[in-house]
């Protein structure tokens, strides 16, 4: 018995170590490529980034900031004002120790905006703080009291306003007149009534009326005159050629559907209708190079049409319509826009937000859109702000806040000149 116990006690203890899991030994070795480990793993390639999009300035107060625009055309951002309609928009040279205009803007809240140039970009100047909209502009050599030219405009709230230069760059506004009850709509300058000695700014209002300021008031001020009450709104209006040593006439279209001529004499003012229209007539424009022996007008009427209007050298008007287009045109501008200056192009601008070319040919007129806006328009005018074209620009403006410009590329009409294409 004694002899069996190590025997039996060597034969368990070897069967205890047969039995040892092999993970807690030395794991068995294999010919098979071990698994990298999570810091082993390979960095993948970087991907190839697309080219970046090229930054485009959106703010005309640093640089020129482009927008869409059809092919021939350049456009750009002159002011956004943050969404606040934009009612009248126009060019003057109202800073005379600049080389190039400004354009005077006016808006729903009663500001008026003169927006300088330099190399592209806009520096806007807020003038006025009316709190009703502004409508009607006017500019000229008015006010003998002061250096420089002026520029006039009135407001929802019946009050004119006259913006002055002083020095090089100050610009001021101030209240020359209140007339209680009326809105001012239209405003034109210049020497309209003999019976006043110098020139004069003339006032249309709703209700119906028209005014003369005469800058011959105490203190500087103004001397405001009713001359007449009106049917209807004059909604615009343009000072017509004048023959020398005679005051000039104003020609003018009124929600009535009327273009009429007003002429001024000794005796008050005299009214000759030269066009009824059964749908109310917006806006006006007179062909550039206009003399007193001739005349070729421009208007717009609500229902979409475009008429041209030209006084013949025996002094007759033929009419005709050279435009059916969409309802509430809102905006019209003579002049040389296309590639050959003696080409009759005109502009327009409205309620369809589009800007069309009007272009006069053999076969009639024909229409091209040169761009949209983001809003419904209400103002579109021609001034002259680039130089590196034969032609000039157009400014507009309307319900969105924005005053966009639009101007032929550089060389446009120069082809004889090395421009960049």
Not at 89 to 96: I, N
Not at 198 to 223: A, I, K, N, Q, S
């Amino acid at each position: 018995m004694r002899a069996r116990v190590p025997l039996l006690v060597t034969v368990c203890l070897l069967l205890s170590l047969a039995l040892v899991p092999a993970a807690q030994g030395e794991p068995p070795k294999s010919d098979a490529p071990k698994a990298p480990t999570t810091e082993e793993q390979p960095t993948p390639a970087p991907e190839a980034e697309p080219d970046a999009e090229p930054e485009v300035n959106t703010d005309p107060r640093k640089a020129e900031a482009p927008l869409p625009a059809a092919g021939g055309w350049h456009a750009s951002l002159v002011l956004d004002n943050d969404g606040v309609g934009v009612w009248t928009v126009k060019s003057y040279q109202l800073l005379d120790h600049l080389g190039c205009p400004e354009i005077v803007a006016l808006d729903d809240k009663g500001h008026c905006h003169v927006l300088m140039s330099y190399s592209g970009k806009w520096t806007p100047i807020r003038m006025l703080h009316d709190g009703g909209w502004l409508g009607g502009l006017a500019h000229g050599d008015i006010d003998a009291r002061v250096d420089g030219t002026e520029v006039y405009t009135g407001s929802r709230r019946g009050n004119v306003y006259q913006i002055r230069r002083y020095g090089h760059t100050l610009l001021d506004g101030r209240l020359i007149a209140h007339i209680d009850g009326r809105e001012i709509h239209t405003i034109v300058a210049g020497e309209l009534d003999p019976r006043s000695e110098g020139p004069e700014v003339l006032v249309f209002t709703r209700p119906g009326g028209l005014y003369r300021l005469t800058p011959d008031g105490e203190h500087g001020g103004f001397t405001t005159t009713k001359l007449m009450d009106l049917k209807g709104r004059v909604r615009d209006a343009v000072v017509l050629p004048a023959v020398p040593g005679r005051p000039a006439s104003v020609a003018t279209v009124s929600r009535t559907g009327r273009l009429e001529l007003l002429t001024i004499g000794v005796g008050g003012p005299v009214w000759k209708t030269l066009h009824k229209a059964p749908m109310g007539m917006g806006r006006l424009a007179l062909r550039a190079g206009a003399s007193p022996e001739r005349v070729v007008l421009y208007s717009t009427h609500d229902d979409g049409r475009i008429l041209r209007h030209e006084r013949g050298r025996d002094g007759r008007w033929a009419h005709e319509t050279i435009y059916l287009g969409p309802q509430g045109p809102r905006g019209i501008a003579a002049g040389a826009f296309g590639e050959r200056p003696g080409v009759e192009t005109v502009a327009i601008f409205g309620y369809s937000k589009k800007v069309e070319l009007l272009t006069r040919t053999d076969k009639g007129w024909t229409a091209t859109t040169l761009f949209e806006d983001g809003d419904k328009g209400h103002w579109l005018s021609a001034a002259e702000l680039d130089g590196r074209n034969a032609t000039r620009e157009l400014i507009l403006c309307g319900f969105g806040g924005r005053v966009v410009l639009l101007a032929r590329p550089p060389g446009f009409g120069r082809e004889e000149l090395a421009a960049e294409r």
